[in-house]
Protein backbone atom coordinates (compact mmCIF):
# COMPACT_ATOMS: atom_id res chain seq x y z
CA UNK A 1 0.00 0.00 0.00
CA UNK A 2 2.98 2.05 -0.08
CA UNK A 3 1.75 5.53 -1.67
CA UNK A 4 5.03 5.50 -4.24
CA UNK A 5 4.74 9.24 -4.90
CA UNK A 6 7.47 11.66 -4.26
CA UNK A 7 4.88 14.45 -2.76
CA UNK A 8 2.77 12.71 -0.53
CA UNK A 9 1.61 13.90 2.76
CA UNK A 10 -0.08 12.93 5.04
CA UNK A 11 -2.40 15.38 7.00
CA UNK A 12 -4.00 14.93 10.50
CA UNK A 13 -6.71 16.96 11.78
CA UNK A 14 -8.00 17.48 7.88
CA UNK A 15 -11.36 17.47 8.46
CA UNK A 16 -11.16 20.63 11.01
CA UNK A 17 -11.61 24.54 10.42
CA UNK A 18 -7.58 24.77 9.30
CA UNK A 19 -7.34 20.94 7.94
CA UNK A 20 -10.17 20.93 4.82
CA UNK A 21 -8.81 24.34 3.09
CA UNK A 22 -5.32 22.74 3.52
CA UNK A 23 -6.37 20.02 1.89
CA UNK A 24 -7.52 21.34 -1.02
CA UNK A 25 -4.36 23.37 -1.55
CA UNK A 26 -2.65 20.62 -1.45
CA UNK A 27 -4.60 18.99 -4.35
CA UNK A 28 -4.17 21.84 -6.46
CA UNK A 29 -1.18 21.79 -5.87
CA UNK A 30 -0.54 18.55 -7.19
CA UNK A 31 0.21 16.86 -3.92
CA UNK A 32 -1.25 12.90 -3.16
CA UNK A 33 -2.70 13.42 0.31
CA UNK A 34 -4.00 10.89 2.47
CA UNK A 35 -6.03 12.66 4.82
CA UNK A 36 -6.70 11.84 8.62
CA UNK A 37 -9.78 12.43 11.30
CA UNK A 38 -11.06 11.13 13.88
CA UNK A 39 -14.70 10.28 13.16
CA UNK A 40 -15.79 12.46 10.14
CA UNK A 41 -15.83 11.65 6.55
CA UNK A 42 -13.71 13.93 4.27
CA UNK A 43 -15.77 16.43 2.47
CA UNK A 44 -13.77 16.44 -1.00
CA UNK A 45 -13.88 13.69 -3.57
CA UNK A 46 -10.13 13.70 -5.35
CA UNK A 47 -8.57 10.89 -7.11
CA UNK A 48 -5.19 11.73 -5.06
CA UNK A 49 -7.24 11.66 -1.91
CA UNK A 50 -7.27 8.52 0.40
CA UNK A 51 -8.88 9.93 3.59
CA UNK A 52 -8.83 7.41 6.76
CA UNK A 53 -10.80 7.41 9.59
CA UNK A 54 -8.79 6.69 12.74
CA UNK A 55 -8.02 7.36 16.60
CA UNK A 56 -4.57 9.22 16.72
CA UNK A 57 -4.04 7.91 20.37
CA UNK A 58 -4.39 4.40 19.14
CA UNK A 59 -0.24 3.76 18.93
CA UNK A 60 -0.81 0.23 17.12
CA UNK A 61 -2.91 1.90 14.30
CA UNK A 62 -0.36 4.73 13.98
CA UNK A 63 2.43 2.11 13.86
CA UNK A 64 0.76 0.63 10.83
CA UNK A 65 -0.58 3.36 8.99
CA UNK A 66 3.22 4.80 8.53
CA UNK A 67 3.82 1.08 8.00
CA UNK A 68 1.45 1.02 5.01
CA UNK A 69 1.32 4.08 3.43
CA UNK A 70 4.66 5.60 3.86
CA UNK A 71 3.83 9.34 3.66
CA UNK A 72 7.19 11.30 2.53
CA UNK A 73 5.73 14.51 4.20
CA UNK A 74 3.82 14.84 7.48
CA UNK A 75 1.42 18.14 8.22
CA UNK A 76 0.51 17.91 11.78
CA UNK A 77 -2.80 19.85 12.72
CA UNK A 78 -5.08 17.62 15.01
CA UNK A 79 -5.17 18.47 18.81
CA UNK A 80 -7.41 19.42 21.66
CA UNK A 81 -9.68 22.56 19.88
CA UNK A 82 -12.92 22.65 21.65
CA UNK A 83 -14.15 26.34 21.51
CA UNK A 84 -13.69 28.19 25.18
CA UNK A 85 -12.30 24.82 26.88
CA UNK A 86 -8.77 23.91 25.29
CA UNK A 87 -6.92 26.42 26.77
CA UNK A 88 -7.15 24.43 29.83
CA UNK A 89 -8.33 21.00 29.24
CA UNK A 90 -6.48 17.92 30.41
CA UNK A 91 -6.77 16.69 26.99
CA UNK A 92 -4.11 19.01 26.06
CA UNK A 93 -1.61 16.69 27.97
CA UNK A 94 -2.44 13.46 25.86
CA UNK A 95 -2.03 15.15 22.62
CA UNK A 96 1.64 15.70 23.74
CA UNK A 97 2.25 11.94 23.95
CA UNK A 98 0.30 10.85 21.00
CA UNK A 99 1.81 13.63 18.74
CA UNK A 100 4.86 12.76 20.06
CA UNK A 101 4.45 9.20 19.07
CA UNK A 102 2.80 10.07 15.68
CA UNK A 103 5.83 11.90 14.52
CA UNK A 104 8.62 9.16 15.82
CA UNK A 105 6.62 6.55 13.20
CA UNK A 106 7.08 9.41 10.97
CA UNK A 107 10.35 9.55 11.37
CA UNK A 108 11.14 6.22 11.97
CA UNK A 109 9.86 5.17 7.93
CA UNK A 110 12.61 7.38 6.70
CA UNK A 111 10.46 10.48 5.58
CA UNK A 112 11.61 13.76 4.52
CA UNK A 113 9.97 16.23 6.28
CA UNK A 114 7.23 17.13 8.83
CA UNK A 115 5.45 20.26 8.94
CA UNK A 116 3.64 21.13 13.12
CA UNK A 117 1.30 22.77 14.25
CA UNK A 118 1.87 25.40 16.91
CA UNK A 119 0.62 28.59 18.47
CA UNK A 120 0.92 31.72 19.13
CA UNK A 121 -0.23 31.07 22.52
CA UNK A 122 3.27 29.92 23.43
CA UNK A 123 4.53 33.94 23.15
CA UNK A 124 4.38 36.01 25.52
CA UNK A 125 1.86 38.61 24.56
CA UNK A 126 3.19 42.17 24.78
CA UNK A 127 3.02 44.80 23.00
CA UNK A 128 6.64 44.07 20.71
CA UNK A 129 6.47 42.33 17.69
CA UNK A 130 6.72 38.39 17.99
CA UNK A 131 9.66 37.17 16.34
CA UNK A 132 10.36 33.18 16.01
CA UNK A 133 14.04 33.39 17.38
CA UNK A 134 13.90 35.94 19.51
CA UNK A 135 10.34 36.59 21.26
CA UNK A 136 10.23 35.36 25.10
CA UNK A 137 7.93 32.28 25.14
CA UNK A 138 4.84 31.66 28.00
CA UNK A 139 3.26 28.32 28.64
CA UNK A 140 0.93 30.04 31.36
CA UNK A 141 -2.23 27.77 29.75
CA UNK A 142 -2.25 24.24 29.54
CA UNK A 143 -2.73 24.44 25.48
CA UNK A 144 0.51 26.67 25.24
CA UNK A 145 2.88 24.62 28.09
CA UNK A 146 1.66 21.31 25.62
CA UNK A 147 2.84 22.82 22.60
CA UNK A 148 6.13 24.11 23.75
CA UNK A 149 6.50 20.72 25.16
CA UNK A 150 5.90 18.80 22.06
CA UNK A 151 7.70 21.77 20.58
CA UNK A 152 11.50 20.24 22.15
CA UNK A 153 10.42 16.96 21.93
CA UNK A 154 9.88 17.15 18.15
CA UNK A 155 13.14 18.93 18.04
CA UNK A 156 14.88 15.36 19.49
CA UNK A 157 12.63 13.24 17.67
CA UNK A 158 12.88 14.41 14.47
CA UNK A 159 16.23 16.24 14.09
CA UNK A 160 17.49 14.04 11.35
CA UNK A 161 14.81 15.50 8.64
CA UNK A 162 13.68 18.64 8.01
CA UNK A 163 11.40 20.04 10.81
CA UNK A 164 9.08 23.22 10.57
CA UNK A 165 7.31 24.18 13.89
CA UNK A 166 4.33 26.92 12.36
CA UNK A 167 2.79 29.26 14.92
CA UNK A 168 -0.52 29.59 13.74
CA UNK A 169 -2.08 33.39 14.72
CA UNK A 170 -5.52 33.92 14.46
CA UNK A 171 -6.84 32.76 11.41
CA UNK A 172 -11.07 33.44 10.38
CA UNK A 173 -12.93 32.31 7.66
CA UNK A 174 -16.60 31.26 7.60
CA UNK A 175 -16.60 28.12 8.35
CA UNK A 176 -15.27 28.74 11.79
CA UNK A 177 -16.86 28.22 14.72
CA UNK A 178 -20.02 31.08 15.47
CA UNK A 179 -18.48 31.73 18.41
CA UNK A 180 -15.22 33.08 16.93
CA UNK A 181 -14.54 36.84 17.07
CA UNK A 182 -15.26 37.83 13.79
CA UNK A 183 -18.65 35.61 12.65
CA UNK A 184 -19.56 37.09 15.97
CA UNK A 185 -19.10 41.18 14.53
CA UNK A 186 -19.99 40.07 11.19
CA UNK A 187 -23.25 38.98 12.34
CA UNK A 188 -23.78 41.73 14.83
CA UNK A 189 -23.39 44.21 12.16
CA UNK A 190 -25.25 42.59 9.44
CA UNK A 191 -28.24 42.94 12.25
CA UNK A 192 -27.14 46.71 12.42
CA UNK A 193 -26.15 46.29 16.06
CA UNK A 194 -22.63 47.48 17.66
CA UNK A 195 -21.14 44.29 19.31
CA UNK A 196 -20.16 44.09 22.55
CA UNK A 197 -16.60 43.55 22.90
CA UNK A 198 -15.11 42.00 25.93
CA UNK A 199 -11.47 43.06 25.28
CA UNK A 200 -11.88 46.28 22.57
CA UNK A 201 -8.07 47.14 23.75
CA UNK A 202 -6.49 43.99 22.41
CA UNK A 203 -4.98 44.00 19.11
CA UNK A 204 -4.41 40.83 17.71
CA UNK A 205 -3.08 39.52 14.03
CA UNK A 206 -5.64 38.11 11.85
CA UNK A 207 -5.05 35.84 8.99
CA UNK A 208 -7.58 34.08 6.86
CA UNK A 209 -7.42 30.21 6.58
CA UNK A 210 -7.21 30.11 2.83
CA UNK A 211 -3.61 32.02 3.42
CA UNK A 212 -2.99 29.40 6.36
CA UNK A 213 -3.67 26.58 4.16
CA UNK A 214 -1.10 28.21 1.06
CA UNK A 215 1.72 28.81 4.08
CA UNK A 216 1.15 25.26 4.95
CA UNK A 217 1.57 24.07 1.38
CA UNK A 218 4.79 26.22 0.76
CA UNK A 219 6.08 24.87 3.82
CA UNK A 220 5.75 21.77 3.03
CA UNK A 221 7.48 22.35 -0.41
CA UNK A 222 9.60 24.91 0.71
CA UNK A 223 13.69 24.23 2.28
CA UNK A 224 12.52 26.72 4.97
CA UNK A 225 13.16 24.77 8.46
CA UNK A 226 12.64 25.58 11.87
CA UNK A 227 10.01 27.73 13.91
CA UNK A 228 8.07 30.28 11.10
CA UNK A 229 4.81 32.20 12.38
CA UNK A 230 1.82 31.93 9.83
CA UNK A 231 0.22 35.34 10.58
CA UNK A 232 -0.34 38.60 8.53
CA UNK A 233 2.17 40.56 9.72
CA UNK A 234 -1.09 43.57 10.90
CA UNK A 235 -2.33 42.97 14.43
CA UNK A 236 -6.12 45.25 14.50
CA UNK A 237 -8.62 45.98 17.43
CA UNK A 238 -11.97 44.36 17.28
CA UNK A 239 -13.86 47.58 17.13
CA UNK A 240 -11.00 48.21 13.15
CA UNK A 241 -12.60 44.81 12.73
CA UNK A 242 -16.14 46.39 13.08
CA UNK A 243 -15.54 49.16 10.40
CA UNK A 244 -14.42 46.80 7.81
CA UNK A 245 -17.64 44.79 8.17
CA UNK A 246 -19.96 47.74 8.70
CA UNK A 247 -18.11 49.30 4.88
CA UNK A 248 -18.62 45.71 3.36
CA UNK A 249 -22.31 45.27 4.43
CA UNK A 250 -23.32 48.85 3.92
CA UNK A 251 -23.92 50.09 7.54
CA UNK A 252 -22.96 53.11 7.01
CA UNK A 253 -25.06 54.30 10.21
CA UNK A 254 -22.77 52.52 12.57
CA UNK A 255 -19.46 54.07 11.23
CA UNK A 256 -19.10 56.89 13.14
CA UNK A 257 -19.91 55.38 16.42
CA UNK A 258 -16.84 52.64 15.55
CA UNK A 259 -14.42 55.75 14.34
CA UNK A 260 -14.99 57.06 17.45
CA UNK A 261 -14.57 53.92 19.33
CA UNK A 262 -11.40 52.89 17.86
CA UNK A 263 -9.99 56.97 18.40
CA UNK A 264 -10.48 56.90 21.86
CA UNK A 265 -8.93 52.94 22.32
CA UNK A 266 -5.70 53.14 23.48
CA UNK A 267 -4.16 49.20 22.44
CA UNK A 268 -3.11 47.67 26.02
CA UNK A 269 -1.91 44.43 24.16
CA UNK A 270 -0.85 44.07 20.57
CA UNK A 271 -0.48 39.91 19.53
CA UNK A 272 1.27 40.57 16.37
CA UNK A 273 3.57 38.46 14.32
CA UNK A 274 6.20 38.87 12.30
CA UNK A 275 5.88 36.97 9.11
CA UNK A 276 9.95 37.99 7.37
CA UNK A 277 10.46 33.83 7.12
CA UNK A 278 7.11 33.25 6.50
CA UNK A 279 7.38 36.06 3.41
CA UNK A 280 10.79 34.43 2.06
CA UNK A 281 9.16 30.65 2.11
CA UNK A 282 6.09 32.22 0.00
CA UNK A 283 8.10 33.75 -2.32
CA UNK A 284 6.63 37.24 -1.29
CA UNK A 285 3.00 36.22 -1.55
CA UNK A 286 0.86 38.74 0.47
CA UNK A 287 -1.88 37.56 2.89
CA UNK A 288 -5.13 38.74 2.06
CA UNK A 289 -6.47 42.40 3.70
CA UNK A 290 -9.42 41.99 6.09
CA UNK A 291 -11.45 43.80 4.13
CA UNK A 292 -10.92 41.05 1.08
CA UNK A 293 -11.05 38.03 3.42
CA UNK A 294 -14.38 39.39 5.09
CA UNK A 295 -15.81 38.99 1.53
CA UNK A 296 -15.81 35.14 2.14
CA UNK A 297 -18.03 35.82 5.01
CA UNK A 298 -21.44 36.89 3.04
CA UNK A 299 -23.29 33.94 2.75
CA UNK A 300 -23.65 34.29 6.24
CA UNK A 301 -26.09 37.01 5.42
CA UNK A 302 -28.07 35.29 3.24
Not at 144 to 150: G, H, I, T, V, W
Not at 190 to 196: G, H
Request: proline residues 4%; glycine residues 6%; charged residues 20%.
Amino acid sequence: MDSGAAKTCLVTGATGFVGRPTVKELLSKGWRVISISHSSPSPIQHENLTHITMDLHNTDDVAGLFSDYRPSHLLHLAWEATPGKFWHSTNNFTWVSTSAHLLDQFVANGREKAVLAGSCAEYKWENETLYEDVSPVDGDTYYAASKLAFKSLAGVIAKDIDLVWARIFFPYGPEEDSSKLISYIFREISANRQPSIQTPDRAVDFIHVNDVALAFEKLLSASENGTVNICSGISLLPHEVAIECARLLGRTELLGDLLTIVARTQTDVSICGNRKKLSVAMNGTKPVSLATGLRTYLSLDD
